[in-house]
Structure formats: C-alpha cells, structure tokens
C-alpha cells in the first residue's frame, strides 16, 4: 500500500483524477482484498493418516471460506510440486489427469509419477467404492453463506518413495489451485491442527496423525479478480419510475463488438445460424460465447426502482444472462446500499445480511430459491431471473436525491461489477432539471433584455 501511494505522488492532479475515474475497470493496489469478505479463503488440508511400506496415505480436503464466492463448473484442478521423487500409488475420491512416466517400474505401475501432478475431482455417479465423504461432485463447491453444510472437497491418495517418519516425509509446495480457471494465489504449506473423521454410520470418530509429528499442512489460497479475468465481467443498468431515461451499461464494459476482424466474438440473437454457432465446435469451451450488445458483458444485473409508498419503497432486480455457452447454477448476488438494514420483505429470492463490520448492515447477499431459481439459463428466452425488494423508509436518510436509492456495488459470483457513471443516474426532473444554453442562445437573450429596458 506505502508503495501504491509513493507511486502516485509523482503524478499531476489530472493525472490521479484521471486514474479515479478509471478505477471500476483497472487494477488497484487492493485488487485481491475483498472488504465485503476480509477474512474469505480457500484452505486445503493435507492430514495423513496412516503410514505404508514407502509413504503414507493422505486425506486432502478443500474447504471454501468465502462468503460469497463458489467454485462453479467444471470445478477445481488442484496440482502441487512433490518435494522429493514421490508418487501416488492409488487415490480416491479424485484422480490425476496425467499418469506420467512410470517406467522405473517393472511390476504395478503406480497411478501418477509426475513431479507436478494436477489433480481433479471425480464426477456424481461415481461407483461407491472408489469415493470418500465429500468427493465426487464435478469439482463443485458451494459458498460459505449459500450453503454452509456443502462448502468441502475431498480426495484420498496413497504415497509413496516419501519417506515412513516425520522427519523424511516433506510437504508438496507451490500449490496451484484453478477454479475453473485462474485466480486464486496459493501460499506455503503450514503445519495445522490433525482432522477429525467420522466414519458413515456416525458411530465412530478417527483423528489423523498428531500434530506432536506435524503430519498435517495447511494452504491458504485467496482470490484476485485481475487475476480471474483482466475484462470484467459483469455490469449494471438503471432505470426508476420518476424518469423514462434507462440507463445502460457503459459501452464496450467487457470488450468492443469486433466481428469484422475476430468473426465470432459475439451472436446476433436474429441471427439465423445462431444455433449451429451455439452447438458448433467449442460449445464446452470456458470462453464466453456471448449475444452482440453495446456493452458485451455475460452478464447484466438491472436495479429498478418500482414504486413509491407512504412509508415504503420497492425495487424489482433482473439478472439477465448474454452467455450461449454458460448455465450459472449456484449463482449468487451480493448488493451494497444502505437501507438494507430496513429491508422488510424479498420474493423469489434468499437473502442473508453480509456484516464484516458488524456495526454495519448495508451489504445483502441474494440467490436463487432451490428448484425454483438457483440455476440462471444460458442466453435466450429464459436466460433470466428477477425479484422484488420492499425497504421500510428510515425518514432521517431517504431520499430520491442524488442517486441514493441505487446501489452503491453489486457483486456477481463474487466478481465486481461495472456501474454506470454516477452523473448518467436517472435524475428527478423537479431536482435536477437539466436545461441546455448555447452561447449565441445567451448572447441574444442579453441583447434583447438589453433593448427592453433601453
């Protein structure tokens, strides 16, 4: 931070005014501190529990401690770098997408041989007795807040040329997490507190290795969103019941329509290959395949204002999806203004009170109603979903003034985004009506005023 701060002492005061301004869509100093979520992380777990002829069997667990932020499919890809000439003999729950080269040795080969193994989890389905407790879900995990009961990942492997004590067996370093894609920033192995394991039936509690022979490593990984996706990716439009005015998106928020140059980059939905375009080559692809806008973002989330009671006022939220190539399940909304401390009702919608400073209640998370509207369509007729807010007005600081019953940030999957300009709000006309003059428009109004009283 001292440095960020050194740095912009040398420039003029335009210049700062100049990087203000830019600031939604550049990179900051803070860019990887998350103030809504200060103490959010992924920690993996690495707890060995038993020991075998030439290494030791591990249980390694993912557990997701944002609030907000999940890990969407096609799930985690977690790889490491062994620290000595270790395999891994066999897992569970998970396997490797590479097996490497194992032709040092003659009989059974072991499952990977890699120095740097990428690990992936198993898919639903998965055949009983090649999984473990919380395994086998695509690489799916949930937000702490969303769902507190399905925020782990696990898998299971078995060790070996790593030594039989703690004093030959070395943790792996330079953790790498994907989720699906770049982001995250993975620290070093640190020696944790052993896990606790509960068998199925609940009846029986095993620990792993005590924490006397530092057998069990913690990894803390956080997220940056420069490093998830250098565009952003999501923006936000206005509009109120006092104007006709809609604000948009900002043009070209998440790139430019280019299609004379890179054909492809976005889709007409009147376009009458739209489907061969859709299911071609690359439908899998994590690369957005989204509908031509001005504003060429996956996402766009739309703030409302409905209507104005005596002693309530209320707000319709659309998410709309521009995306052909993405189904969001899971998908969460995190919303700062300050009257969520007086929010009284929400249709169609959860909603949980996100409150880091806990003095502080201005930041709401909403997401779908399980079965209902969890899981946001890809572009199309469908490729939305929509809700109400009713707030009780606090008659100390409401108003319509200045853009104050908008929302300060929104958040979607935990990425920021993009808000219009504050000048380009929708504006009360009796408040701000804004009245063009022309110079030559002033100029004859003085002289005929001036001929008038001549």
């Not at 249980?59 to 490491?80: A, C, D, E, K």
């Amino acid at each position: 931070m001292g440095y960020c701060f050194r740095s912009f002492a040398r420039f003029s005061i335009s210049t700062i005014v100049l990087a203000i301004l830019l600031s939604s869509s550049s990179f900051t100093c803070t860019e990887a501190y998350d103030a809504l979520d200060p103490n959010g992380n992924i920690t993996i777990k690495w707890d060995i529990i038993s020991w075998t002829p030439d290494g030791y069997v591990a249980v390694v667990t993912m557990y997701n401690f944002q609030q907000y932020r999940h890990i969407s499919p096609p799930g985690w890809t977690l790889g490491w770098t062994w620290a000595k000439k270790e395999v891994i003999w066999s897992m569970m729950g998970g396997q490797t997408t590479e097996q490497g080269d194992c032709s040092r040795y003659k009989t059974t080969p072991p499952h990977c041989c890699k120095k740097t193994p990428t690990v992936v989890d198993l898919l639903p389905g998965t055949p009983y007795n090649q999984q473990i407790a919380n395994c086998c879900k695509g690489g799916v995990i949930n937000s702490w807040a969303q769902e507190p009961n399905n925020y782990a990942s696990s898998f299971q492997l078995s060790v070996g040329a790593a030594g039989t004590t703690n004093k030959t067996v070395k943790p792996p370093k330079n953790f790498t997490l994907l989720a699906p894609g770049p982001g995250y920033t993975c620290g070093p192995a640190v020696v944790g507190k052993p896990s606790k394991f509960v068998t199925p039936d609940g009846r029986r509690v095993t620990q792993a290795m005590s924490n006397i022979n530092e057998m069990t490593w913690n990894v803390t990984c956080t997220y940056s969103q420069f490093l998830a996706q250098k565009t952003p990716t999501c923006c936000v439009s206005l509009s109120s019941f006092y104007n006709d005015t809609i604000v948009p998106c900002p043009t070209c928020t998440c790139g430019c329509q280019n299609n004379d140059t890179h054909p492809g980059s976005c889709v007409s939905p009147k376009s009458p290959y739209l489907a061969s375009v859709v299911n071609g080559p690359g439908k899998n692809s994590l690369t957005p395949l989204v509908q031509c806008t001005r504003h060429m973002c996956p996402i766009r989330v739309h703030w409302h204002l409905k209507l104005n009671y005596k002693e309530y006022w209320r707000v319709k939220v659309t998410i709309t999806n521009f995306n052909y190539r993405m189904n969001y399940s899971q998908w969460n909304l995190v919303v700062q203004h300050p009257n969520f401390d007086n929010l009284t009702q929400i249709f169609s919608f959860n909603y949980k009170p996100l409150t880091p400073y806990s003095t502080i209640n201005d930041t709401a998370m909403l997401w779908g109603v399980k079965f209902y509207n969890d899981f946001l369509n890809q572009a199309g007729p469908l490729g939305n979903v929509q809700s109400e807010l009713l707030f009780r007005k606090d008659k100390s600081t409401f108003t319509f003034k200045e853009g104050w019953a908008f929302p300060r940030r929104i958040y979607f999957n935990g990425d920021n985004c993009v808000m219009p300009p504050p000048e380009a709000y929708p504006y009360l006309p009796n408040a701000s009506f804004r009245v063009k003059i022309s110079l030559f428009g002033l100029l004859i109004t003085c002289l005929a005023f001036f001929f008038l009283f001549e």
